[in-house]
């Protein structure tokens, strides 16, 4: 009996240290599985913030590009209007020596012979002739509306860098990095601002917005998903396309849609396209990176996205979002 019992208790023991050793191990494994879940946080964070700041290097280029047409513009007109000013200064004085000319003849009155009053009757004629040709020329000069027309132009352009940089706040929203209520119809419009240099003189961009409800969320990492798939669409058209950005009010959700006319996803890529540092770019132009972010960005929103796709003909692309208030209106269709 005795001899039961500490078997028994031997064996007790040895399955309690056994319990023991596994609960150890367990909880050495789930410390490690922590660690890592923490490790990959902060890479997918990091990956994000790297992501972010190649949008806005990208961002920066595109913002350079438009910033130099109206500021080259501007500055070219300002040169121009000093030159037309010169040359009317010129007409001006021109037009005073033809006055000064005309009174010469007083002068000339006073102990006149015959003579002089036939030097002074053709000295007459010839200032009438000249006053008339330097007032004419004053009156029918272009210069004055030449250089009404140039300070317009400047500032049209001028008013286009105001616009430039108001948009250019809205899109980085550095300001403000948290969650906030969002019209996704403003935050389209700053995108594609800042991606103009990719689409003007080769795609035609095609507006169908409604006025639909606002979403909540980040607007700086939303903006950063609009441009993303702007850049792609503009990437898949290697020459001349059409990109179609609709916006739309769902139940309790705003659909973004983004529409091209380029080459396509392949079958074999297609279920592919969202997985990190997955890239049918050549090495070195692509990180593999955008469209995963994209994705990431958008569930961290609460929402969801989708392609469509016909080889050689196309992709579109659906980005949903939770709305705050399930309200929609009328579209219109701009180019």
């Not at 000013?85 to 004085?93: A, G, I, N, Q, S």
């Not at 798939?229 to 009010?249: C, F, P, S, Y």
């Amino acid at each position: 009996m005795a001899v039961l019992l500490g078997a028994a208790a031997a064996a007790l023991g040895w399955r309690w240290k056994q319990s023991e050793a596994d609960k150890a191990r367990l909880l050495a494994e789930h410390q490690q599985v922590e660690a890592e879940l923490k490790q990959l946080q902060s890479s997918q964070a990091q990956v994000i913030h790297t992501t972010k700041l190649a949008s806005l290097g990208q961002m920066v280029a595109g913002v350079a590009h438009e910033l130099n047409t109206p500021l080259g513009f501007v500055k070219s007109n300002v040169e121009v209007v000093c030159d037309l000013l010169d040359d009317y200064r010129k007409l001006v004085k021109a037009y005073d020596a033809a006055v000064q000319y005309c009174q010469q003849p007083v002068d000339l009155m006073f102990g006149a012979d015959k003579s002089s009053l036939d030097k002074l009757v053709k000295h007459v004629e010839e200032s009438r002739r000249k006053l008339f040709e330097a007032r004419t020329n004053v009156e029918k000069s272009p210069l004055l509306t030449e250089a009404k027309e140039l300070l317009a132009d400047a500032g049209d352009g001028i008013t286009q860098l105001a616009s430039l940089v108001q948009n250019l706040k809205g899109f980085a929203r550095v300001d403000r990095d948290g969650m906030d209520l969002m019209d996704v119809n403003e935050g389209v419009e700053s995108a594609l601002m800042i991606a103009a240099h990719q689409l003007r003189d080769r795609i035609k961009v095609v507006r169908r917005f409604d006025q639909v409800p606002r979403v909540r969320g980040m607007p700086s990492q939303l903006n950063q998903v609009f441009l993303n798939l702007i850049t792609n669409a503009a990437q898949a058209m290697e020459d001349e396309g059409t990109l179609t950005v609709t916006t739309r009010a769902g139940e309790g959700q705003v659909e973004i849609l983004f529409a091209d006319t380029g080459c396509g996803i392949p079958d074999d890529v297609l279920p592919k396209i969202f997985d990190p540092f997955f890239t049918t770019k050549a090495p070195g132009e692509g990180t593999g990176l955008g469209l995963s972010i994209v994705h990431k960005i958008v569930k961290s929103h609460g929402g969801s996205i989708k392609v469509r796709t016909t080889p050689n003909r196309g992709s579109e692309f659906t980005v949903m979002l939770p709305s705050e208030n399930p309200a929609g209106g009328r579209a219109a269709t701009l180019h």
